[in-house]
């Protein structure tokens, strides 16, 4: 866990600018302030909500290879990737694996053909796999990460009614680490579990002190602590492989649900005293608020895997993605809130705010093809073309209520790449190094969200876009 603590002094003109926008100097001006003071510091958590989704290797795919195959990578899955698409498979070889790699993926999408600026998601990648014996047990060890250039972990809240893309928006701003176990049970039949770790930030900000009035730069005493905190949290992930034949291997995958609340908190603490000597008008005054959201959501998911090699030079994979996505979490603010002004009490009606509805989403069924062709061969070089298509319908359904504006369309994916293996590097490597290339188009199949209430704050609106993907992955294999 890694914490930052901050703590200085508040300047005080940025409070004399509270006092100048209240501009009353009686009692009730003195309870208003200190309401507007807790809503400002608040920097708009009321009434705000996260944005929910999984993680950038489930978004996005892991390894050039099997990204390029459309992630229809279950069972054939046998380098560190193995980690995501079917732990079973890191023991499925008998090589010390070491792969490393980089990926970016650019999104292009749009409100009523206006780019919203969801963020670029690029980093590095990087995989191991240890294989191991205990007399005729065949075992292995794998990890595989993904380690974002740009920010290692994010926070995001925006207005409950904003239209937003849940699917990517604060989705693929984070670390991405999964650690796995697998064994041989039988030759040809492979089991592995494990568990993948993600990372959340998680804050509070308190504001304590004493604050004059009507004339707050004169004597106001205010300090600000901001207390972060990076953490890990975790879900499960098992798998099964099976080669019956050479040509013929079967996958099944179970990933468990991951849900990571956000909880933010924002709390005042001080005193009101009057300018000059003028004595204390409120002692102890207190603003609390706390934000309870769902920052980060991934459904439970199976995946049944098929792939076949009719032939020495020809692959194709299928995969058959089953998502419970019936079990999400709307991510908009749920709010507790404590106010403490003594006999000022009676004067502020701060009001409450409903619980966000529930966000009706819908089990979904994903298919994935892959398909690999070995276009050049000799004892120097192998040369593979790859291609692979995913269709991913969309959980959500039309936005037409006022309070809810979870924007999903049906996604199109397409991929392609090429990969290199070449042999007799150097002395020291007696295994192919493998260097692969993809390059991946997907797109938002566009969607009119029609509201029901003709006076809805934000409209009816279409929603659009792509997401543009390339990478490079680098294998090298030990005995």
């Excluded at 005080?12 to 003071?37: E, S």
């Excluded at 380690?147 to 995001?156: G, K, Q």
């Excluded at 093809?369 to 120097?380: H, K, T």
């Amino acid at each position: 866990m890694v914490r930052r603590r901050e703590s200085h002094l508040i300047s005080t003109p940025g409070l004399v600018g509270l006092v100048d926008l209240v501009g009353l100097v009686d009692l009730v001006g003195l309870v208003g302030l200190v309401g507007l003071v807790g809503l400002v510091g608040l920097v708009g958590l009321v009434g705000l909500t996260g944005d929910a989704r999984a993680n950038p290797v489930d978004a996005f795919g892991i390894s050039s290879r099997a990204i390029a195959m459309g992630g229809a990578y279950t069972a054939l899955a046998n380098d560190s990737s193995a980690n995501y698409y079917n732990p079973a498979g890191i023991v499925a070889r008998k090589d010390l694996c070491l792969d490393i790699g980089y990926q970016i993926a650019v999104p292009t999408l749009r409100l009523n053909g206006y780019d919203v600026g969801v963020d670029h998601t690029r980093g590095l990648t990087a995989g191991l796999v240890a294989p191991g014996a205990i007399g005729p047990m065949r075992f292995a060890f794998g990890v595989v990460m993904f380690l974002p250039d740009e920010r290692i972990s994010r926070v995001r809240a925006m207005p409950r009614v904003q239209p937003r893309f849940v699917y990517y928006d604060n989705r693929t701003q984070r670390i991405y680490l999964s650690t796995n176990l697998a064994v041989q049970i039988i030759p040809g039949l492979f089991v592995g579990a494990g568990v993948t770790f993600m990372s959340r930030t998680q804050g509070d900000l308190e504001i304590s002190g004493r604050i004059s009035f009507p004339d707050a730069e004169a004597e106001s005493d205010m300090r600000l602590d901001l207390d972060v905190d990076l953490k890990a949290l975790r879900y499960l992930q098992a798998g099964i492989l099976w080669e019956p034949l050479k040509w013929l291997s079967v996958g099944l995958v179970f990933r468990d649900e991951f849900v990571l609340e956000m909880e933010q908190g924002f709390r005042i603490t001080g005193d009101v005293v009057g300018q000059d000597g003028g004595g204390t008008i409120l002692r102890d005054g207190l603003f609390d608020l706390t934000s309870l959201s769902t920052n980060l959501y991934q459904p439970r998911q199976v995946v049944f895997g098929v792939a076949v090699m009719p032939s020495g030079r020809w692959t194709v994979s299928m995969d058959m993605v089953w998502a419970q996505w019936s079990r999400f979490i709307n991510p908009g603010s749920r709010l507790e809130m404590e106010v403490e002004l003594g006999t000022f009490n009676d004067l502020v009606d701060i009001g409450s705010q409903p619980n966000p509805p529930a966000a009706l989403f819908r089990d979904t069924w994903s298919p994935r093809l892959g398909v690999e062709f070995l276009a050049y061969q000799s004892n120097r070089a192998v040369i593979a073309v790859r291609g692979g298509y995913v269709f991913e319908p969309s959980p959500a359904p039309e936005q037409t209520s006022r309070s809810m504006n979870l924007v999903d369309n049906h996604k199109h994916h397409l991929s392609a790449g090429v990969g290199f293996s070449l042999s007799n590097l150097l002395p020291v490597m007696d295994r192919p190094v493998d260097l692969d290339f993809h390059f991946a188009y997907l797109h938002q199949q566009r969607r009119l969200h029609r509201k029901v209430d003709p006076v809805d704050p934000v409209g009816d609106y279409t929603a659009d876009g792509y997401v543009l993907s390339a990478g490079v992955t680098l294998k090298m294999r030990f005995r």
